[in-house]
């Protein structure tokens, strides 16, 4: 059996079984012990007590703000979503006096990831904007209740 018979007929998500060969885990061409992992894997992978222990016990190992990190972006399924989000969170409006402009972060992703964004990726990037923004203003409102609290 090859990877791709297998990923056709598996309950493990694409993404995921994507990364596991780009990342040399297994070869296109599947051994004997390959396949008795990915089985494994799959026995396991809908099973929420035991999904729940296996993030846990990953995440636990992470300092509090990588988890927050991880957890903000959860929902973000690619790279350029992360990295636009990542730029608008981080954005200091201090500095510069004004918000980070949809066009500079449109000229970023050409630059970094090679493609413009269609109408549909235009959408969701004023979706990861607003979502980095509301981020934003309830860390704002967090941290002056706590000032607020200290006087």
């Not at 903000?72 to 409006?93: C, G, H, Q, V």
Request: charged share 30%; proline share 1%; aromatic share 12%.
């Amino acid at each position: 059996m090859n990877f791709a018979e297998f990923a056709e007929t598996s309950k493990i998500p694409a993404a995921v079984l994507r990364k596991i060969f780009t990342n040399g885990l297994v070869e296109n061409s599947l051994s004997e012990a390959d396949i008795i992992g990915l089985k494994f894997l799959e026995r396991i992978w809908g099973n929420d007590a035991v999904c729940h222990v296996w993030i846990r016990r990953y995440l636990i190992k992470k300092s509090k703000k990588a988890r927050e990190a991880f957890l903000n972006t959860a929902d973000l399924e690619t790279k350029w979503e992360r990295y636009a989000f990542s730029r608008f969170l981080n954005n200091d409006t201090k500095q510069s006096g004004r918000n980070l402009r949809m066009s500079t972060v449109v000229d970023d992703l050409k630059n970094h990831f090679n493609f413009e964004p269609n109408h549909f990726q235009l959408r969701q990037l004023y979706a990861v904007r607003e979502k980095a923004y509301n981020l934003r203003k309830k860390k704002k409102k967090e941290e002056a209740l706590l000032v607020k609290q200290r006087n």
